[in-house]
């Protein structure tokens, strides 16, 4: 080979040879330095793993030193028996209690003349006069009931007091009070107003009529509510339907009154779910002596469920992958073993129920687990986080340069013995 081409495949040759050293030289390898990248994460080895039990598919156990596990955040929590309490949270709305409302409505039609009742809101008593009608065939009822009254008198027969009982009858379903109907007798005066009262005590919800106003029965003029006791309407999914059930107490509180607490209890659980968000209406009763509560105000509803008690663990500890639930739990200061468990579909508090794969005592990673679980799956791969630091394959390899950067060293090596073999 031409003495030109020879030094020009050396000098190419020591080029490269000298690049790869540089690289080298950057990457810390080469004066021996302690490798800060993987050095205190590793992988066990199979007969490691044996001693702990099968991994889940795709996992591995992992180690970590003490003062990487600071750095990260890992915080472990013990698997311990607790009380299974299922608590079930939703939100509601306060309504009026429908058995307590009172629809006003006429029974015959007429005018208004005079409203004692003016606005919504108003507070109202049992028989409390609300509003005066001029009703022309009010008017005449009386007459006729007088008319009637009066030939009873003056020729008494059994037929023409059925007259009499049946004209009165009239005066009463149009609620015409009792005592109206008596001074009516004595007096017999008839009266061209006809007086509504209100038929129970509580607070006008609705106020539909005005002075002036042609009314008829079909039309609504007062809407009363007794709030001394209200509703509070929510919703629970489907599959916390075995958990409740009508007489449960019920915690409700309210945003607006931050600082009480009220008892209800679950009076009724609509038999038909919905079928878009497989929920079902349940209403809860909340007694309000005060009238605290409000009708249209928002609410927090908590059921409480006592179930026995069972091994628990908290619900940070598990990773739910869709596939399986995994815990790391903790073998010694610096090892964690993925485990898949088996956990009821039911939360408690901020508790998982452990059914399969950890028992009483314990200890599992409750934070950092997520970062824990990528290097778990990458060394299952053959793979980690290689460059991050405090992580490496494991003991034996701790402080050894990476394999990709010896092959570059050995490159350009074979490249000059290449030349050596051509010259």
Do not use: C
């Not at 007489?247 to 945003?255: D, E, Q, S, Y």
């Not at 779910?273 to 309000?288: A, G, I, W, Y």
């Not at 579909?345 to 997520?370: C, H, M, W, Y």
Request: hydrophobic share 40%; no cysteine.
């Amino acid at each position: 080979m031409p003495a030109k081409r020879r030094g020009s495949l050396s000098g190419l040759a020591l080029a490269t040879l000298l690049a790869s050293s540089v690289a080298y030289r950057v990457s810390g390898q080469e004066t021996g330095a302690p490798d800060n990248t993987m050095s205190q994460m590793k992988m066990p080895t199979s007969k490691d793993a044996s001693k702990v039990g099968a991994l889940p598919p795709g996992y591995a156990e992992v180690s970590i030193a003490a003062d990487v596990q600071q750095r990260i955040g890992v915080t472990l929590g013990t698997v311990r028996r607790t009380p299974l309490t299922m608590t079930i949270r939703t939100v509601g709305i306060v309504r009026p209690d429908e058995t307590k409302l009172a629809h006003i409505h006429l029974k015959t039609e007429g005018w208004v003349e005079k409203l004692f009742i003016t606005f919504t809101g108003q507070k109202v008593k049992a028989g409390e006069p609300m509003l005066s009608i001029y009703s022309p065939a009010f008017y005449a009822a009386q007459r006729e009931f007088l008319v009637a009254l009066q030939y009873s008198r003056s020729a008494p027969s059994s037929g023409q007091q059925n007259v009499v009982d049946t004209a009165r009858q009239r005066l009463a379903l149009w609620d015409v009070p009792k005592n109206t109907i008596q001074a009516l007798e004595k007096t017999g005066k008839p009266s061209k107003s006809l007086i509504m009262r209100s038929p129970i005590s509580g607070t006008i919800l609705e106020k539909k009529t005005f002075e002036g106003q042609y009314v008829a029965p079909q039309g609504e003029l007062y809407v009363v509510g007794d709030l001394s006791t209200v509703w509070v309407q929510g919703k629970v999914f489907a599959y916390e339907l075995p958990h409740i059930a009508l007489g449960m107490p019920a915690t409700v509180t309210f945003p607006s009154l931050a600082t009480r607490n009220f008892i209800g209890k679950i009076v009724f659980i609509d038999p038909v779910v919905d079928e878009m968000t497989r929920s079902v209406q349940v209403r809860v009763e909340v007694p309000n002596p005060n009238g605290l509560i409000k009708p249209g105000m928002f609410a927090h509803v908590l059921i409480s469920h006592a179930m026995g008690s069972g091994l628990t663990v908290p619900t940070s500890a598990v990773i739910r992958t869709g596939e399986r639930n995994i815990a790391f739990r903790a073998v010694s200061a610096d090892r964690f073993v993925p485990v898949q468990v088996e956990i009821s579909p039911l939360r408690f508090d901020d508790r998982f129920q452990i059914l399969g794969g950890l028992k009483a005592g314990d200890e599992v990673v409750t934070s950092a687990n997520f970062l824990i679980d990528s290097e778990s799956r990458l060394r299952a791969g053959g793979g980690g986080m290689v460059g991050m630091p405090g992580m490496g394959v494991d003991e034996k390899g701790a402080g050894e340069k990476p394999q990709k950067q010896k092959d570059t060293k050995s490159a350009p090596e074979e490249d000059a013995d290449h030349s050596k073999m051509r010259h």
